[in-house]
């Protein structure tokens, strides 16, 4: 570690504390965390009580200010509050010292996490409200077949496809605001969130074709017969103790998180072999 310098130590499962190190094993940090907010304020600390024993790592970037200058910053603010879990954590304060700008990779990849899990559910939902209205026979197994077939350009299959259009865009779309490209981060991160966004877009297409072969192939009927998919489809329900409809379900909202898993499995691994170099 050096003068000016990022750092963060893992207090939680999947929650980091940041502050910046001043020199002579002294750290500035926003003192609040999750349930303590109330009494929250910038303070000068020692490493140790910082850290609480902890491994201490240091947050890289290509473009920051002088340690000088993000010292000078972190001193000016000592005795601040208004503190705020979302929008003025500890690590809104750190990289504000590092270049001027108050952001929160924890934040913002939680809020991306639940873009992915509550919007992918949704537009599934959504899908299958619209599958039933289209369909001349609500959600019965000859409704579903009967809406997906109207829906789709190439019969109840592409109708599948279609409308897992919504639910796969959501998950491209939080993904891309997760792992969106920054310049003030370090390269190695640059370099794994590029990554993790094109793999998104490929776990996607293996999502939908996986999804395919699984109606194809689960189905007491193999084959996109239309006996083969409605087969198919109330097998994948049964996976989750569910009927034909859960199964749609399931199939629609597949590739998009496929996707989601894909691309973050992509960037982490990306990160962890940088590391090594």
Not at 63 to 79: D, W
Not at 225 to 233: E, F, N, Q
Request: glycine share 16%; proline share 2%; charged share 20%.
């Amino acid at each position: 570690m050096g003068l000016g310098d990022h750092i963060r130590v893992k207090r939680r499962i999947r929650y980091y504390h940041h502050g910046i190190d001043i020199g002579q094993n002294r750290v500035i940090h926003f003192t609040g965390e999750p349930g303590k907010k109330k009494d929250a304020s910038i303070q000068e600390t020692s490493l140790e009580e910082f850290s609480e024993n902890r491994k201490i790592k240091i947050v890289q970037y290509s473009e920051c200010f002088s340690p000088q200058k993000t010292v000078a910053i972190a001193k000016r603010n000592l005795s601040g509050s208004g503190y705020n879990l979302v929008w003025n954590n500890c690590e809104h304060f750190a990289r504000y010292c590092k270049t001027g700008e108050k952001k929160s990779e924890q934040v913002k990849d939680a809020l991306a996490g639940t873009g992915v899990t509550v919007g992918t559910g949704g537009a599934a939902a959504t899908s299958i409200l619209l599958v039933k209205g289209v369909g001349y026979a609500g959600l019965s197994g000859a409704g579903i077949v009967s809406g997906l077939a109207t829906i789709g350009p190439a019969g109840v299959i592409g109708g599948v496809l279609t409308v897992a259009l919504g639910p796969a865009a959501i998950s491209n779309v939080a993904m891309s605001k997760f792992l969106k490209n920054d310049k003030k981060l370090s390269n190695d991160e640059k370099a794994s969130r590029k990554a993790g966004r094109l793999a998104t877009k490929v776990g996607t297409a293996a999502g939908a074709v996986g999804t395919v072969g699984s109606i194809s192939g689960l189905g007491a009927v193999s084959g996109l017969s239309a006996t083969g998919i409605t087969t198919g489809l109330g097998a994948i329900g049964s996976l989750v103790g569910g009927s034909m409809v859960a199964g749609t379900i399931i199939s629609v909202a597949a590739p998009g998180v496929v996707g989601a898993f894909t691309g973050y499995g992509c960037y982490k691994l990306f990160k962890k072999l940088k590391r090594k170099k």
